[in-house]
Structure formats: C-alpha cells, structure tokens
C-alpha cells in the first residue's frame, strides 16, 4: 500500500470554552479550497447550535470511524475530519483506516443559527481534549459554533503553533471516490421509526466476532427490519453490523432511521448505508461488502477514468461548480452541453479527486474539494496504472467485439456484448465483474476510445 504523510497545520487546537455567556466550541481548519482560492485557516461559520448535545455527539461519531480501524485493528488509524461548507449545510466527513466505513455528519440549516454558511472545504482539529470536553456536554445550555478562526485573529496569526503529520494511504483516497459511486446506486430501502430504530441497532452485535460469517442480510417488514438467510427482492446487506458501533453516540436523540442498498442481484455481498435521522443533522455511515475488504478496491470509478473524453468532460464540468449542497446532473448537462450519462461520468471522475460526494438523503451529488493532492488516487490506482502501461505498450489487438491482450508470457480474449467485457483472466473469474473491469479490459476500453497513453502515463 502507497503510504504519504499528510502534514495538517493549525493556528492552535480546537476547544471546548466556558465564559459567563456560555460555552463556545472553537474548531480550527488546517489549509483549505474556498471561492478565494487557496486559504492557511478558513473560516465557514460563527453562530449557535440549535441542539449542541447532539451536534457533540455527532460530531464524536465521525472523529470515531476517523481513528477507527474495523479490520487489522492493531494498525495505527487516525486523520482529523473534513468539514464542508455548502452555503446552507456543514458536511463533517471521515474515513476508517482500513477504508470500509466512510462517515458523514451533515448539520443543516435548522439545525445552525447563525451567519450564513461559507463555502470550501479543509481538515478540522478533533484532538483528544476536545472529545473529552464534547463527550461531557449534557444538556442543551446555548454553545456558540466557530468553524475557522476568530476574525480578529486572522490578521495576526503568525503561523501554525499545532502540527500534526498522519499517514495517507492512497487507498484512504480513493475511498472517497468508490463510496460515492456505490451510494449512487443505492436506493430507499426501509425507513424505522426512533423506537424501532433503537431496538434494531441496539441489538446488533458491538464486537468483531460476526465478521468472520460472511454478509447478514435484513429486509423491511412492515415498518421495522428483520433478518432473513437468503437476499430476497428488497433485503439490504448488513456486512459487519458491529461496524455500526459509532450510531450509538446519537441513538437516544434518533427520529428515524433510514436504510439504503442497492438492487440485489445475487447472494454476494453488497454494501449499504445506515442514516440517522437527527434534530437539524443527519449521520451516515456508509459500509463497505465486506469488514474486511475496503471501498478502494471495488473498482466503481475504474470506466470513467480510462477515456480522455471523461478527462475533457470532468474539466468543463468542474468549472460549474460552486460547492452546491445538491448537484443536478441534468441541470450541468443542460449547462454544459452534454448529456446526462457523460455529466455523470465526468462527476465519476471528479469524486476520484475527492471533488464530488453523494448525499442519499437528498438523492443528489455535492460538491467539495479534498485538501489532498487531487490526482494521487489516479496516479496510484493499481489496474489503472496496469492499464495503461498495457495500452501504452501495444499489448491490445482489436478484432471487431473481440480483443486480445498480451500480458507477460500470457494472452487474454476481452469480449464485448451489450455494452459491457468479459474476459478469460482469473480477476474476472472470481468476480465477474462485481469488484470493476479488470486491468485486461480497461486497456482494451483505452485503446478503443483513443485514451492517451504515452510511456504508460497519461
């Protein structure tokens, strides 16, 4: 696995303060993308919480899943959160350290009284002092919210006096990327009321013993869920419940609990999304098929990247972007002049840089803009760095709905019917490509569509 060392700076550690007026959370920003451009600390909102007990917690389940690791467990996981700010909303996002559960706290404008909301998007410091004084919050006294620094504070920083330096697998990358393209996918599944919802996530498992029996698989009955052994029409893979433990920071304040997936095809594991519904907020998790098998591997995001017609279309796309709270794709196909299916994978595309994530609640996509190095998930994805050293090679002979590529002392035969390639390598056999197309396909897909491939490298 590429490792990096991601070097996030603040201007001092985020706090929990007391004065005779209140409490005041201060939560400092590392370096950021705004509308300005480029920014040390930026600042997206200074108000008050319309429900600070539950924000706290909230806001503690995704500092959880960010220094969690659900597989491996030994191995050290931990990056500070992102926030976003979307005009309206404030989106708080992490990633597990083995990439399989992906956590999104999104506190809406109900739930915010205050000025209104920047735009852009960085790493917040969630220290271990701070989660201490969140975890004692109680009761619901006003606690005035500050994203970024105080502004008189701006003008007289004289750098960074916190630092902390965290390993960035490349995987963590391209995680983001792979959940919002499965998400996408997903529909409504069951919505449960607080009760129901309560006794249902409370009666899941909260150790790693369940892991280790494959996908379990619930399906709506009546207006709660109930396990079934086989994945019927409807059900919603459940794979590694205990990987729902950080739920449990906001289940007495939950309104509803809505439960996503997408069709099910077969009886292989799939993954799924679990919302609480909250009072102004809502916190997703979102897991991956398997405890043991991360979002960077499943390949979603593999097609749009291996065309230079994605390439083009991401680039003009992403000039209309403006950290919108919900992205239409045929209002950017109507604006940008082409259709939706291209729209559609050019946003593919852009979530591979981190600049595009899906929002089930509101079945839209929403922009923001990682603080990492936006093309290190290409750069180092595995099959496609495979691919294009493939094409860029010569390997690829096309014969009509056929095509041959030569690898090593090996030949494959690459076939195309209905739209979608099939081929005689062992990846294909032993997914059938549920996990993306395999190296062998996408040089074939490269070559077809005239991608560039120069030396292997675009």
């Given at each position: 696995m590429t490792r990096s060392v991601q070097?996030?700076?603040?201007?001092?550690?985020?706090?929990?303060?007391?004065?005779?007026?209140?409490?005041?959370?201060?939560?400092?920003?590392?370096?950021?993308?705004?509308?300005?451009?480029?920014?040390?600390?930026?600042?997206?909102?200074?108000?008050?919480?319309?429900?600070?007990?539950?924000?706290?917690?909230?806001?503690?389940?995704?500092?959880?899943?960010?220094?969690?690791?659900?597989y491996q467990r030994t191995l050290a996981a931990s990056l500070d959160p992102v926030v976003t700010g979307n005009g309206d909303r404030l989106r708080f996002e992490s990633f597990s350290g083995c990439c399989g559960v992906y956590a999104r706290l999104d506190v809406l404008q109900e739930g915010l009284e205050g000025e209104r909301t920047g735009h852009g998007t960085t790493n917040v410091d969630v220290n271990n002092p701070l989660r201490d004084a969140l975890s004692r919050i109680t009761a619901d006294d006003p606690l005035h919210l500050r994203v970024g620094p105080e502004e008189l504070a701006v003008t007289t920083l004289d750098g960074p006096v916190v630092e902390k330096k965290v390993p960035l697998p490349d995987r963590w990358l391209r995680g983001f990327a792979e959940a919002q393209v499965a998400s996408a996918g997903f529909d409504l599944r069951a919505e449960l009321s607080a009760a129901q919802a309560v006794a249902f996530l409370r009666s899941l498992p909260r150790g790693s013993g369940n892991a280790a029996r494959g996908a379990q698989w619930v399906v709506a009955s009546g207006s709660a869920l109930r396990p079934t052994t086989r994945p019927v029409a409807g059900a919603v893979c459940l794979p590694g419940p205990e990987r729902l433990v950080a739920l449990q920071r906001v289940l007495r304040h939950a309104t509803a609990l809505r439960v996503y997936g997408p069709p099910v095809a077969d009886g292989a594991?799939?993954?799924?999304?679990?919302?609480?519904?909250?009072?102004?907020?809502?916190?997703?998790?979102?897991?991956?098929?398997?405890?043991?098998?991360?979002?960077?591997?499943?390949?979603?995001?593999?097609?749009?990247?291996?065309?230079?017609?994605?390439?083009?279309?991401?680039?003009?796309?992403?000039?209309?972007?403006?950290?919108?709270?919900?992205?239409?794709?045929?209002?950017?196909?109507?604006?940008?002049?082409?259709?939706?299916?291209r729209v559609r994978a050019a946003l593919t595309r852009l979530g591979t840089a981190g600049r595009v994530g899906y929002d089930l609640a509101d079945a839209a996509y929403f922009h923001r803009e990682l603080p990492y190095d936006a093309d290190r998930a290409e750069r180092h994805n595995p099959r496609l760095v495979a691919a294009r050293e493939l094409a860029g090679a010569g390997a690829v002979s096309l014969d009509g709905t056929l095509a041959y590529v030569t690898s090593g002392d090996r030949r494959y035969q690459v076939r195309e019917s209905d739209g979608k390639l099939t081929c005689t390598c062992q990846w294909w056999a032993d997914y059938r490509g549920k996990r993306g197309p395999c190296k062998h396909a996408l040089a074939v897909t490269m070559v077809r569509r005239g991608a560039t491939v120069a030396g292997g490298v675009r």
């Amino acid at each position: 696995m590429t490792r990096s060392v991601q070097a996030l700076a603040y201007a001092r550690p985020s706090a929990l303060e007391s004065s005779q007026v209140g409490a005041s959370l201060g939560l400092e920003t590392a370096g950021g993308l705004t509308p300005r451009g480029a920014e040390a600390h930026p600042r997206f909102f200074a108000g008050f919480l319309s429900a600070p007990r539950i924000a706290a917690r909230g806001l503690l389940a995704v500092a959880d899943v960010a220094a969690a690791r659900y597989y491996q467990r030994t191995l050290a996981a931990s990056l500070d959160p992102v926030v976003t700010g979307n005009g309206d909303r404030l989106r708080f996002e992490s990633f597990s350290g083995c990439c399989g559960v992906y956590a999104r706290l999104d506190v809406l404008q109900e739930g915010l009284e205050g000025e209104r909301t920047g735009h852009g998007t960085t790493n917040v410091d969630v220290n271990n002092p701070l989660r201490d004084a969140l975890s004692r919050i109680t009761a619901d006294d006003p606690l005035h919210l500050r994203v970024g620094p105080e502004e008189l504070a701006v003008t007289t920083l004289d750098g960074p006096v916190v630092e902390k330096k965290v390993p960035l697998p490349d995987r963590w990358l391209r995680g983001f990327a792979e959940a919002q393209v499965a998400s996408a996918g997903f529909d409504l599944r069951a919505e449960l009321s607080a009760a129901q919802a309560v006794a249902f996530l409370r009666s899941l498992p909260r150790g790693s013993g369940n892991a280790a029996r494959g996908a379990q698989w619930v399906v709506a009955s009546g207006s709660a869920l109930r396990p079934t052994t086989r994945p019927v029409a409807g059900a919603v893979c459940l794979p590694g419940p205990e990987r729902l433990v950080a739920l449990q920071r906001v289940l007495r304040h939950a309104t509803a609990l809505r439960v996503y997936g997408p069709p099910v095809a077969d009886g292989a594991p799939v993954a799924s999304a679990w919302e609480v519904v909250l009072p102004g907020m809502r916190l997703t998790l979102t897991l991956s098929p398997d405890a043991s098998r991360g979002f960077s591997g499943e390949g979603g995001v593999l097609a749009a990247l291996a065309t230079d017609e994605a390439a083009a279309d991401a680039e003009l796309v992403s000039v209309l972007l403006a950290w919108e709270p919900t992205i239409e794709p045929a209002t950017l196909a109507e604006r940008s002049g082409l259709s939706v299916e291209r729209v559609r994978a050019a946003l593919t595309r852009l979530g591979t840089a981190g600049r595009v994530g899906y929002d089930l609640a509101d079945a839209a996509y929403f922009h923001r803009e990682l603080p990492y190095d936006a093309d290190r998930a290409e750069r180092h994805n595995p099959r496609l760095v495979a691919a294009r050293e493939l094409a860029g090679a010569g390997a690829v002979s096309l014969d009509g709905t056929l095509a041959y590529v030569t690898s090593g002392d090996r030949r494959y035969q690459v076939r195309e019917s209905d739209g979608k390639l099939t081929c005689t390598c062992q990846w294909w056999a032993d997914y059938r490509g549920k996990r993306g197309p395999c190296k062998h396909a996408l040089a074939v897909t490269m070559v077809r569509r005239g991608a560039t491939v120069a030396g292997g490298v675009r």
